[in-house]
């Protein structure tokens, strides 16, 4: 018995020892070919998600909207403070309205005014989130939109209130959205009123930092940051949230999107800002010495 | 005692690739979308090492290296490190096993344990190396420990739940030889 076992060892180890070490170096080869052409490997890493997730898509949607229930019920045990808290916060939030409903009016009047058509360019798809990253060291989540909904790499992404992330990765039938709380998400900014620019940089927190800012004297908790359209990625103007102080000190921007629950996100078509190349052939087909010649004449 | 026929045998390793399928999908949930400060466990490193000890013959090196390139693809890790790892990791147990089959589940704790802390040191290593962004620290070290802490855990579910224990002296393989 023990001879026979001795002698079944030595016919499967060496195979075993085979497989082992093939397997060892096609995964090593895998891991060298993914860090010198990543976005060949990512395709593919699209594709097999886009293959597999789909069909997992009739399971989740239940098994997530029970334990999202099931902690509801968790937070309904808060219900009276949260009762008051609503109360009051209505309350501001009529004043608000209010105030709302006056500015409304006006930039209504002044857009007629100044026969105003905003960008009809920007119409957006809109998905709905399959899937987050599945782990906590990545920050993105997975569309059920993809290429047959016309959409591209690098569109901007918000929900009803501020922008959530750009499109990285698109499949036939699904897209990753990398959101800007990603260690790897640079977006570059606009603080409003004071005109700051600056670039809001992911670090796997709730709240990423601002970096890259001119003087950050200008800037005051409670500013806009909005998104500045440098580089091209972004459509400018969309708002990102309002600038905080963290506890030691760094401006940290309080995102306006409600991260809390993603599941509808709306993909913005963007197909890029023209930039400008030559400065005065813009303003008229025979340069700015006419213009100079008409002052002239008309003085 | 009980037969372990070839059929047997495949169907563990499908109930297998089945779980590590369940843990992914729960992984997958687009439950937390909000940056957290602590990660749970990596449970299918846990219930890997959990198997290869118990029956390394329903573990196959390239069902894992398979499974675990699967989750590296989609669980946005770098594709194939992870997996190289893990095979080189659950090889090493399975070297082991026959020794551990007799230790207690304190001496196995300890086996795997440091399995564990070598995996994650070599894994930042390697990360480092490849000059690749190395996840923050707390949320790896939370990690690390939240993965010794469960692996009890998921040696009581697959000793009690799935029924897969260690070999016995009167547990056969399919050709009759003792295991």
Redesign the interface.
């Known amino acids: 018995?023990a001879k026979?076992?001795s002698n079944?060892m030595d016919y499967t180890a060496p195979l075993?020892r085979l497989?082992?070490t093939v397997?060892?170096l096609?995964?090593?080869?895998?891991?060298l070919i993914?860090?010198i052409d990543s976005p060949r490997?990512e395709r593919?890493?699209a594709q097999?998600?886009d293959q597999?997730?789909p069909n997992?898509d009739w399971?989740?949607a239940p098994?997530?909207g029970t334990?999202?229930l099931l902690q509801d019920l968790q937070s309904y045990r808060q219900l009276a403070e949260q009762n008051q808290e609503l109360r009051r916060e209505l309350r501001k939030m009529q004043a608000w309205k209010e105030a709302a409903l006056q500015l409304e009016q006006e930039n209504a009047r002044l857009l007629d005014l100044n026969n105003v058509r905003l960008d009809p360019r920007l119409t957006y798809i809109t998905g709905v989130?399959?899937?987050?990253?599945?782990?906590?060291?990545?920050?993105?989540?997975?569309l059920n939109v993809g290429t047959r909904d016309g959409l591209v790499e690098g569109w901007a992404t918000m929900d009803g209130l501020g922008l959530v992330g750009r499109v990285s990765g698109v499949a036939q039938n699904t897209a990753r959205v990398l959101?800007v709380?990603d260690?790897?998400s640079r977006v570059p900014a606009f603080i409003q009123p004071s005109g700051q620019k600056a670039m809001v940089a992911g670090d796997?927190?709730?709240a990423p930092p601002i970096d890259f800012l001119e003087s950050p004297d200008l800037v005051r908790p409670g500013d806009r940051v909005v998104t500045s359209g440098d580089g091209g990625v972004f459509p400018a103007g969309l708002l990102i949230g309002q600038v905080a102080a963290s506890p030691d000190g760094r401006l940290r921007v309080r995102l306006a999107a409600d991260?809390?629950?993603?599941e509808f996100l709306r993909v913005l078509r963007h197909y890029g800002t023209p930039p400008v190349s030559d400065t005065t052939g813009v303003l008229t087909p025979d340069g700015p010495r006419l213009l100079v010649q008409e002052d002239a004449t008309s003085d | 005692m009980t037969d372990i026929g070839p059929s047997r045998i495949w169907a563990r390793r499908v109930s297998f690739a089945a779980l590590v399928l369940l843990v992914?999908?729960?992984?997958?949930?687009?439950?937390?979308?909000?940056?957290?400060?602590?990660?749970?466990p990596d449970l299918l490193m846990a219930f890997a090492f959990a198997w290869v000890v118990r029956r390394p013959e329903f573990v196959p090196?390239?069902l894992l290296?398979g499974l675990f390139?699967?989750a590296d693809?989609?669980?946005?890790?770098?594709?194939?490190?992870w997996?190289?790892l893990m095979?080189?990791a659950c090889?090493r147990l399975r070297g082991q096993s026959r020794s551990l089959r007799d230790a207690t589940l304190t001496t196995e704790f300890l086996a795997v344990g440091s399995m564990i802390i070598v995996v994650s040191i070599g894994y930042r290593f390697l990360l480092a190396l490849?000059m690749?962004?190395l996840?923050?620290l707390g949320?790896?070290l939370s990690?690390l420990g939240m993965t010794l802490v469960f692996y009890p855990l998921t040696v009581f579910l697959t000793h009690a739940l799935l029924g897969v224990r260690k070999a016995t002296p009167g547990d056969y393989d399919s050709?009759g030889?003792?295991l």
């Open positions: 018995m026979d076992r079944g075993r497989i082992v397997l060892v096609v995964l090593a080869a895998t891991f993914w860090r490997v593919f890493r097999v998600t597999i997730v997992f399971a989740m098994v997530t334990i999202n989130v399959l899937a987050d990253s599945g782990s906590p060291f990545r920050q993105s989540v997975l959101l709380t260690a790897s796997n927190s709730a991260y809390e629950r993603l | 992914i999908f729960f992984n997958l949930l687009p439950l937390q979308t909000l940056p957290r400060s602590w990660a749970g090196p390239l290296g390139l699967l693809l989609l669980l946005q890790r770098p594709p194939g490190l997996a190289l095979v080189l090889e490849f690749l962004d996840p923050p949320l790896a990690q050709k030889q003792a």
